[in-house]
């Protein structure tokens, strides 16, 4: 191999990036699914000072940037605490909560986008306040938020980019490595920006037809 | 004068227009008429030429309105009010009567605000120059909108039902001044359904059906057994006035 | 360790050099980002389809790849072809072109919104194409984009703490700087996420109040 030149392994490289972006992506987006979703219900029960809290914590997040986030955990932290934290365990804290700030915001609005009629009328029925999310919110809330999701999913997936910078061998990173080899930033960064422009689609695509799936599952489909 | 022959216009397969052969000479005051959907409000858009006309042809003042550069100079021919006024919103009534004037005929801006205010005081209106087209009630903004076209001194006035969003009390108001242009010598093609208030001020009328033009007469003799002889004509008579 | 703010006191003048560095490059940026937004939106609102599809394409590409890769793509490709720039032009120009790819977006459906009606009563009274883009569909349209260009132009705020990764000492970089040199990355990072907060959230109030500016006439029934 001489240096400078592209090899067949490059690919390899590339595809084990894309790879370790994919997988930070999906499970910090289901980390903050989680997360988010919890805030949410904190929320609805107007938890006294958690709520606030949480409110707040999102907004922080919500409104600063993801690079400071990173650098604060990866580094702020373990200077802190006095703990170790590798570049993974602080990529995947940074953006699970990233992403359960911009999650929790969806699920407020998605919950309050449900007729405040229908909460009362569930409660003359006598169902509990639990029973009403479970039942009477959650089915349409879900419904509601699964666009704004999208949206969030496909802007979440390129914000996994800014992980290389603290050292994770994701897509980006091994696109800065091969650039420092190669010395050809065209074709190594209009590659990598393409991996993740249909990484980007797919997510898009999934989420239309999940969309599509969950509407015609609501819709009136006649007797 | 506009002139009108063999116009067609279908928007897909529904033919709205079809075959429609009409004069608007100076000076006179016609008003279309026809229940809804007998392509009145279409004649109009093909007059000023917001909508292409498949086949026929339209002049006015012997500038066809299908040809780009003609249609310009028959734009500053005529001047349009609209069913929802479409005044626009980011402009004060002042404004949005000066507008044109300064573009399109370059009149010095002081001029044209000094002649936009006196239009408004015509029509009642001087005390709401100012005023944004949100602050109007729907017949001040209707008032703003015939101001607006008079003030490209148009030889012809298209009036594209001006009232059918107003309720009676703003009719009355936007009629009054039309009556007054009427009186004026203002030549108008007024598109409505306000049977009695065109049997007042208009020279002519032409009645439209299923696109097609089944009468075109004077007014007195549109409204006497003439007209009544002509069995649509009498049946949309009688509806009409029942409601 | 005890959390101690005082450390920072004495960084504080050259944080604010970085802080004066990121201001200018945002406000260069959002002016990039409005002249490339104004140009693409009209050119995918106008009535020639190549200009549609190439505008569309542009859009796309820049809404769907890293912001950091786009960035790498410009500081590492732009020298290769004989391109010399600084960090600093090369982090504005990326800035502004990705920038523009959402400011067309918003300004695209705004003039999609305006009724109809409105711009057939120009066209009728003889205005030139032109003057009816100038005089009518961008004051409406800008006036009904105050709000989500505002968000545009805070994400543009958020993202170019990116910049320092191609060694433009902008907030970020001198924060990264004052990290290193007093060992309180934790203090560092957390003070330069409440600063971005609260800067953000400054910018927000001052779109509402530009907002209400411009739009103080348009309410119905405000006299």
Known sequence: MRYGDFTPYDLVLLLQGLGVSLALFVSTTLIGLVIGTLWAVIRFYRVPVLAQLVAFVAELLKNSPVLVQLFLVFFGLPAFLKINVTPTQAAIITLSGNSAAFIYVIAVSAIESVGRDQLEAARVFGLSRWQILRRVIAPQAAAFAIGPLTGLLVNQLQVTSLISVIGVMDLTKVGNILNLRTLKPFLVWTAVGALYYIAAKLVAHAGARFEKRLRAHTAWKGL | MISITGLRKSFGATTVLNGIDLEIRKGEVVSVLGSSGSGKSTLIRCINGLEKVDAGRITVDDFDVSKPRELAEARKRSGTVFQLFNLYPHMTAAQNIALAPVEVLKVPRKEAEAEARRLLQQVGLSERADAYPAQLSGGQRQRVGICRALAMKPSYLLLDEVTSALDPEMTAEVLSILANLAKGGTTMVFVTHEIEFARSISTRIAFLDKGLMIADLPTEEFFSEKGMALPRVAQFLSKMRKD | ?223
């Open chain 3, 1 to 223: 360790m005890k959390f101690d703010l005082s450390i920072i006191a004495k960084h504080i003048p050259f944080l604010l050099e970085g802080a004066w560095l990121t201001f200018q490059a945002c406000l260069l940026a959002i002016i990039g980002s409005l002249v490339f937004g104004l140009l693409v939106a009209a050119a995918r609102t106008s009535a020639s389809p190549l200009l549609n599809r190439l505008s569309a394409i542009y859009v796309d590409i820049f809404r769907n790849i890293p912001f950091i890769v786009q960035l790498f793509f410009f500081y590492f490709g732009l020298p290769e072809i004989g391109i010399y720039i600084d960090a600093f032009t090369t982090g504005v120009i990326a800035m502004s072109v990705a920038g523009g790819a959402f400011t067309s977006d918003v300004v695209r459906s705004g003039i999609l919104a305006i009724d109809p009606g409105i711009i057939e009563a120009a066209q009728v009274s003889g205005l030139k194409k032109s003057t009816i883009f100038r005089k009518i569909v961008m004051p409406i349209a800008l006036r009904a984009s105050v709000r989500p260009l505002g968000s545009v132009f805070i994400n543009l705020i958020l993202t170019s703490s990116i910049l320092s990764t191609i060694t433009l000492n902008e907030l970020t970089g001198s924060a990264k700087i004052v990290a290193s040199q007093t060992f309180r990355p934790f203090e560092v990072y957390f003070v330069l996420l409440v600063a971005y907060a609260a800067l953000t959230w400054f910018v927000s109030i001052l779109i509402g109040m530009l907002h209400r500016h411009l739009n103080r006439n348009q309410a119905e029934g405000a006299v």
